[in-house]
C-alpha cells in the first residue's frame, strides 16, 4: 500500500467516525432527556402514533391551578419492544385516560420519554419500553 492509499483510508476512517455521532447522539437518552426531572402526568389521550423506530402517543394534562390544558407528546420504546411489554396496537385509544411515568425533556418543553403507562380505567400497567434502561415494577 502507498502512503496515498493509507492516507486515503486514514480520512475516510475519520469522516465515517465524524458522520456516526450525530447518529449515536439521536439515540442517546442523556441527549434529550434529563434523568433528574421525574414525571407523573394524568392525562387523556389525543393521539397513538405506532410506528418505528419509536411510538409516540399524546395526552392533553389540565393544569390543577389555572385550569389551562396543555398537550404532552411522549415516546416510548419500539413497537417490537413494547409488545413484549404487554401492549398492543388497541392498548390505549384516544380519550382513555393515562397516567404516564417518565422523564421530561431537558428543554422543558412538554415531551417526555415515558418509562411505564397505567391505564386509568382498569389500573394495567406497562412498561413503556423506555431507552433510560429502567424497567417499571408490575
Not at 73 to 88: C, D, K, L
Not at 115 to 137: N, Y
Request: contains cysteine; glycine residues 10%; hydrophobic residues 40%.
Amino acid at each position: 500500500m502507498t502512503c496515498s492509499r493509507i492516507g486515503f483510508f486514514a480520512l475516510a476512517l475519520i469522516i465515517a467516525a465524524a458522520l456516526a455521532t450525530p447518529l449515536l447522539a439521536h439515540h442517546s437518552f442523556a441527549a434529550e432527556y434529563d434523568s433528574k426531572q421525574p414525571i407523573n402526568i394524568k392525562g387523556a389521550v389525543t393521539k397513538v402514533e405506532w410506528m418505528n423506530p419509536h411510538v409516540y402517543f399524546y395526552i392533553d394534562v389540565r393544569d390543577e391551578q389555572t385550569g389551562k390544558i396543555t398537550n404532552w407528546a411522549f415516546e416510548m420504546g419500539a413497537p417490537a419492544v413494547i409488545q413484549r411489554n404487554g401492549w398492543t396496537r388497541n392498548s390505549m385509544k384516544i380519550g382513555d385516560l393515562v397516567i404516564v411515568e417518565g422523564t421530561r425533556a431537558k428543554s422543558g418543553a412538554p415531551h417526555g420519554n415515558a418509562r411505564s403507562v397505567t391505564l386509568a380505567a382498569t389500573g394495567k400497567k406497562l412498561g413503556a419500553g423506555s431507552s433510560e434502561g429502567q424497567v417499571p415494577e408490575q
